[in-house]
């Protein structure tokens, strides 16, 4: 029994091995650091002295672990590298197919903020340079007329049309 | 440990020898392989009794034109310790006995699932193979994180005897023995090990319509135990899984068709957007199964993922709307195992 179409359970089942990967790779990593950390206290030539043969019976040399590490870091990162691009891959495209179907509104509203700045921008020419000018956020209102806003100016541009 | 290897067989004349060499080749040699004859008419009895000296055969006294009953006739004779399924048309890797030795050294352990690979052929069997490597390395593998594995394959499964014939046996009713089977080992909550480690080699349909055909006895059973085995469990991994595996295939399979009909371009965004993660796990599958061939025919994967819809919605049709329950085996076409 086979899944139809490998698709939001493919996903879910994704993010289960990323979640579950993750945590093994800290906790061998904490591992890893117990045992180098055994390794020191207990230094290999000192141990061997004293009671020979247990050392390879019982401890691991301090360069197979950090073989052993290393082997084991190299196979995490690839598997992990090849988890991300599939997971960037199913949300790149999954937001490209949101964005797709929110683009004509978002269009809209630009359009819309842009066509009010162009009014605004040839309502203020017509009348006033200096208002011109306020629109377009060359100069601030306040440094035009003190205790201003761009409201209250713009109500006067109407006014003077009117 | 006694080990036990129970291959059931119906005209398997092409592919047979290939699967006891296998069995017979392994480095942890397996103390006892059963071959069950489900009344064979082909070549396939002629065959057994090369290997009479090797392996233990026996006979059906009719075809019972089901694989569960070969297998139920078969268990009788097993007498190790735990036992290993697989069929007439798989071989095994040569250290699957080894492999699975180990993992049933925990006691705990009742069964354990194996990992399918396709026998290359054609490009159906391309398709599958990616099929199997989408299942096997991301499914499965993230079913065995939250402890559901969600089915044994027939082809690679290994179980505990005593608890098998005590507690769970083969069951006729449906068309899919391992889904059911596994099914309800979980209901007793016992523990399944996926291991990816224990590999055999299977050979899938070939041909268009052996393809439809097995998917529809694959899709038939799996409506057949989701009503057997419907589980108002109190098991939530199991309530995820079943959720996922058929709602989702559910809905998406009607989507597939309707979608079109309602919006055309949306249905062409949304159709772009699967090919492009269809893209990622072709390399993925590509890559875990070193076959370039799951690259090339992936345009023919998503052709056969219409074709997996629409069955999907037919059983479910058949199944489970009209109570149509259908237990006519199929078996495919087979031609000879090239490794």
Same mark, same amino acid.
Request: with cysteine.
């Given at each position: 029994?086979?899944?139809?179409?490998?698709?939001?359970?493919?996903?879910?089942?994704?993010?289960?091995?990323?979640?579950?990967?993750?945590?093994?790779?800290?906790?061998?990593?904490?591992?890893?650091?117990?045992?180098?950390?055994?390794?020191?206290?207990?230094?290999?030539?000192?141990?061997?002295?004293?009671?020979?043969?247990?050392?390879?019976?019982?401890?691991?040399?301090?360069?197979?672990?950090?073989?052993?590490?290393?082997?084991?870091?190299?196979?995490?990162?690839?598997?992990?590298?090849?988890?991300?691009? =599939?997971?960037?891959?199913?949300?790149?495209?999954?937001?490209?197919?949101?964005?797709?179907?929110?683009?004509?509104?978002?269009?809209?509203?630009?359009?819309?903020?842009?066509?009010?700045?162009?009014?605004?921008?040839?309502?203020?020419?017509?009348?006033?340079?200096?208002?011109?000018?306020?629109? =377009?956020?060359?100069?601030?209102?306040?440094?035009?007329?003190?205790?201003?806003?761009?409201?209250? =100016?713009?109500?006067?541009?109407?006014?003077?049309?009117? | 440990?006694?080990?036990? &290897?129970?291959?059931?067989?119906?005209?398997?004349?092409?592919?047979?020898?290939?699967?006891?060499?296998?069995?017979?080749?392994?480095?942890?040699?397996?103390?006892?392989?059963?071959?069950?004859?489900?009344?064979?008419?082909?070549?396939?009895?002629?065959?057994?009794?090369?290997?009479?000296?090797?392996?233990?055969?026996?006979?059906?006294?009719?075809?019972?034109?089901?694989?569960?009953?070969?297998?139920?006739?078969?268990?009788?004779?097993? +007498?190790?310790?735990?036992?290993?399924?697989?069929?007439?048309?798989?071989?095994?890797?040569?250290?699957?006995?080894?492999?699975?030795?180990?993992?049933?050294?925990?006691?705990?352990?009742?069964?354990?699932?194996?990992?399918?690979?396709?026998?290359?052929?054609?490009?159906? +069997?391309?398709?599958?193979?990616?099929?199997?490597?989408?299942? @096997?390395?991301?499914?499965?593998?993230? @079913?065995?994180?939250?402890?559901?594995?969600?089915?044994?394959?027939?082809?690679?499964?290994?179980?505990?005897?005593?608890?098998?014939?005590?507690?769970?046996?083969?069951?006729?009713?449906?068309?899919?023995?391992?889904?059911?089977?596994?099914?309800?080992?979980?209901?007793?909550?016992?523990?399944?090990?996926?291991?990816?480690?224990?590999?055999?080699?299977? @050979?899938?349909?070939?041909?268009?319509?052996?393809?439809?055909?097995?998917?529809?006895?694959?899709?038939?059973?799996?409506? @057949?135990?989701?009503?057997?085995?419907?589980?108002?469990?109190?098991?939530?991994?199991?309530?995820?899984?079943?959720?996922?595996?058929?709602?989702?295939?559910?809905?998406?399979?009607?989507?597939?068709?309707?979608?079109?009909? &309602?919006?055309?371009?949306?249905?062409?965004?949304?159709?772009?957007?699967?090919?492009?993660?269809?893209?990622?796990?072709?390399?993925?599958?590509?890559?875990?199964?070193?076959?370039?061939?799951?690259?090339?025919?992936?345009?023919?994967?998503?052709?056969?993922?219409?074709?997996?819809?629409?069955?999907?919605?037919?059983?479910?049709?058949?199944?489970?709307?009209?109570?149509?329950?259908?237990?006519?085996?199929?078996?495919?076409?087979?031609?000879?195992?090239?490794?």
């Amino acid at each position: 029994m086979i899944a139809p179409l490998p698709g939001l359970s493919t996903i879910a089942h994704l993010i289960i091995i990323a979640v579950k990967k993750t945590a093994d790779f800290a906790s061998a990593s904490g591992e890893k650091s117990l045992q180098r950390g055994s390794v020191k206290v207990f230094p290999a030539q000192l141990e061997e002295q004293s009671r020979p043969g247990l050392l390879q019976k019982n401890y691991i040399s301090e360069a197979k672990i950090k073989s052993r590490w290393h082997q084991g870091r190299t196979k995490m990162l690839s598997t992990l590298i090849i988890e991300a691009v =599939l997971l960037f891959m199913i949300g790149s495209s999954y937001a490209v197919i949101s964005a797709g179907v929110t683009s004509e509104q978002f269009n809209a509203k630009v359009v819309e903020k842009f066509m009010v700045r162009i009014s605004n921008y040839y309502a203020c020419n017509n009348s006033s340079n200096v208002l011109g000018a306020v629109c =377009l956020g060359i100069k601030q209102p306040e440094e035009i007329l003190p205790q201003r806003s761009t409201l209250n =100016l713009m109500n006067d541009l109407v006014a003077d049309r009117n | 440990m006694k080990i036990s &290897i129970l291959i059931p067989c119906y005209n398997e004349e092409l592919t047979i020898e290939k699967c006891i060499f296998s069995c017979l080749n392994q480095t942890r040699r397996a103390d006892e392989i059963v071959v069950v004859d489900d009344s064979s008419t082909d070549n396939t009895p002629e065959i057994l009794k090369k290997f009479e000296k090797f392996v233990k055969i026996v006979r059906t006294q009719k075809n019972t034109g089901n694989k569960s009953y070969a297998q139920e006739y078969g268990l009788n004779f097993i +007498t190790g310790d735990i036992f290993i399924t697989t069929d007439g048309d798989t071989v095994l890797k040569s250290d699957f006995v080894e492999t699975v030795e180990k993992d049933m050294q925990d006691p705990s352990v009742a069964a354990v699932a194996g990992y399918v690979r396709s026998l290359k052929c054609n490009w159906i +069997t391309a398709c599958r193979a990616l099929d199997y490597a989408i299942g @096997q390395n991301i499914d499965k593998l993230a @079913q065995d994180y939250i402890n559901f594995v969600f089915v044994i394959p027939g082809a690679a499964g290994v179980f505990r005897t005593d608890v098998f014939k005590e507690k769970v046996n083969f069951d006729h009713d449906t068309l899919t023995e391992d889904l059911d089977f596994t099914y309800r080992l979980h209901k007793m909550d016992k523990k399944i090990l996926y291991n990816r480690n224990a590999i055999c080699y299977t @050979q899938d349909p070939s041909t268009l319509k052996s393809y439809i055909n097995q998917m529809r006895r694959w899709f038939a059973g799996g409506w @057949q135990n989701l009503i057997k085995h419907f589980i108002s469990s109190d098991k939530p991994e199991m309530a995820l899984e079943i959720s996922l595996i058929y709602v989702e295939g559910l809905f998406f399979s009607i989507l597939l068709f309707v979608l079109p009909i &309602i919006n055309l371009w949306f249905s062409l965004e949304l159709f772009l957007m699967y090919s492009v993660v269809l893209i990622g796990l072709g390399i993925f599958g590509s890559f875990k199964e070193k076959r370039a061939d799951i690259l090339i025919f992936l345009p023919a994967y998503v052709f056969l993922r219409y074709i997996n819809a629409w069955i999907f919605l037919e059983q479910f049709l058949k199944e489970v709307i009209l109570k149509q329950k259908n237990l006519v085996w199929f078996k495919p076409k087979r031609v000879e195992i090239k490794l």
